[in-house]
């Protein structure tokens, strides 16, 4: 297993990624990923520790992390559900593209190598033997599989250029030359590997764009350029705890004539396999049951500050106070609950169990509004504290303005410095830019709302509600 220091040292290659108008020279140290960077170093040594149970024996006899587990039965799903649990835990939710999200997908391809062999035997082959290198050497993918946002009305060979999205411009005995560009690499900057490939339906003609590979971050003519930072320039941890430490960074990433080697390619030039790679293997729901674990995590810690407010400001009890909070319960508790059916009533698919999409994508298609209105229900108990609270840490300590610090920001139950590291906390949930972006994140990261919707509409099964109403309308006639 993988340590924090393992995963540091292998981050530190050539890769170009520009920030701010300047390439970043190492990623473990720029101001702008060093909290995120050793974010991930943390996890990997909490997982090394065997003691924390995040280690599986593989079917090949290795010893791996239990993200890159391919569940066979209910009670394996429920130890892949708790290891991902422990790790959402150390970020309280809010690192969305944590290494155990691809390994998600990538345990899944591997469990239905089949479908890649329908393009031909050896990319099945590249399959198998890139997730045992993945999992043995507890690698961290990042992903890309959505086309830059250019015109949505074309698809990729309509666009006014070609290779506006990534694709292949030349083939070569040795592999091929890939050039273009994909969004948003969540995670990308800190990464080992990058899956490509595109989860938007392709059409006749696109077929240079059906593509799937992967690829080591820091191969040359690969770059990413990360939208600003939200860690860099902020006074402390105090100040923006969540901001400092989990900003995962999002890149645009370009293609400026990189080489892949066939190795690394999984789907070459095929419209069907591109699409089946994602949803006749389990790796579209392995995926999203990974994102819903993390999202029941992140709910729960919201409540958990929204509590802790209104006990500090003597608000919680008040009954209209409790009502919002009832809210906020009633949300979480069916975000959970789903998550908890589909792993109840999973099904077989070839011998490997699979959440049951009806549940798991009943809340996907939910998102749209879950989020931001519990975000509403925290900005509505939070009141003006959150901007009652000093520029920094250092009105804190200066022997100028610390006794008015301490004597008027407090609250009914604890100390001053308590009641400011709380609201600066929930400062960082809902007002800072860091906080914009997840409210972003939540909306977008399975796709546009009308596509996560369309998730919800394919898997519900309305034969069943139907049958019911025909049943009973069947039950009486009209009167002779
Ligand atoms: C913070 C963040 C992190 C992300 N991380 C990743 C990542 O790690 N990897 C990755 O691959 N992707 C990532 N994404 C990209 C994400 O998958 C896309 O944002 C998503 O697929 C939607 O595409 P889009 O943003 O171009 O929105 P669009 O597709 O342009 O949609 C925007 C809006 O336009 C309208 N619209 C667009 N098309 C239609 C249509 N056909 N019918 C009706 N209405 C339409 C809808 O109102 C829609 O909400 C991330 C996105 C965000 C915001």
């Not at 924090?4 to 920030?19: F, V």
């Not at 392709?202 to 799937?212: F, K, N």
């Not at 596509?451 to 019911?468: C, D, H, I, M, P």
Request: proline letters at 5%.
């Amino acid at each position: 297993m993988r340590t924090g220091q393992e995963y540091l040292q292998a981050i530190q290659d050539q890769r170009t990624i520009y920030l701010n108008g300047q390439r970043v020279d190492n990623v473990t140290t720029h101001p702008a990923f060093i909290g995120i960077t050793q974010t991930f170093a943390s996890m990997y040594d909490f997982a090394a520790e065997e003691e924390n149970g995040m280690q599986y024996l593989t079917e090949d006899g290795t010893v791996a992390n239990k993200v890159y587990m391919m569940p066979r039965n209910r009670d394996e799903l429920r130890e892949r559900r708790e290891a991902i649990e422990k790790w959402a835990k150390q970020t309280c939710g809010f690192v969305g593209r944590s290494p155990d999200h691809v390994a998600a997908f990538l345990a899944a391809f591997a469990s239905h190598e089949e479908i890649f062999a329908r393009g031909g035997e050896r990319f099945a082959k590249n399959v198998q033997d890139f997730y045992k290198k993945a999992r043995d050497e507890d690698l961290f993918l990042s992903y890309v599989i959505i086309p830059p946002q250019i015109d949505r009305s074309k698809s990729a060979h309509e666009q006014k250029e070609d290779h506006l999205p990534v694709g292949v411009y030349e083939e070569r005995p040795e592999g091929i030359i890939v050039r273009g560009s994909q969004m948003l690499g969540t995670s990308a900057a800190v990464s080992d590997y990058l899956f490509v490939s595109c989860i938007v339906p392709l059409r006749e003609g696109d077929e240079d764009y059906a593509i799937s590979f992967v690829v080591p971050i820091n191969t040359p003519g690969l770059k990413l350029y990360s939208r600003p930072s939200f860690a860099m320039g902020k006074p402390s941890t105090f100040d923006y705890p969540l901001s400092t430490q989990f900003d995962e960074s999002d890149c645009l990433v370009v293609f400026d004539d990189v080489l892949i080697p066939w190795e690394q390619i999984f789907v070459y030039r095929n419209i069907e396999l591109v699409r089946a790679q994602f949803h006749e293997s389990p790796a579209h729901i392995w995926g999203n049951s990974q994102a819903q674990v993390r999202f029941v995590t992140k709910l729960k810690f919201l409540i958990g500050v929204a509590k802790k407010i209104t006990e500090m400001n003597g608000t919680d009890r008040f009954p209209q106070v409790q009502e919002k909070l009832a809210d906020m319960a009633s949300l979480a508790a069916t975000v959970e609950g789903s998550l908890l059916a589909s792993e109840y009533h999973c099904l077989d698919r070839n011998g490997y169990a699979v959440p049951n999409p009806r549940f798991l994508y009943g809340v996907v298609g939910m998102q749209e509004s879950m989020y931001s209105r519990l975000i509403s229900i925290l900005r509505d108990l939070s009141g003006g504290g959150v901007l009652q609270v000093p520029s920094s840490y250092l009105e804190m300590v200066n022997p100028e303005t610390r006794e008015d610090i301490k004597r008027y920001i407090r609250s009914s139950q604890g100390e001053s410095t308590e009641k400011i590291q709380l609201f600066k906390l929930a400062w960082d949930i809902i007002g800072s830019e860091f906080a914009g972006r997840h409210q972003q994140y939540e909306l977008f990261y399975n796709g546009a709302p009308h596509v996560a919707k369309g998730y919800s509409f394919r898997n519900y099964n309305f034969q069943e509600t139907t049958k019911l109403v025909d049943q009973f309308l069947g039950s009486y006639r009209l009167p002779e």
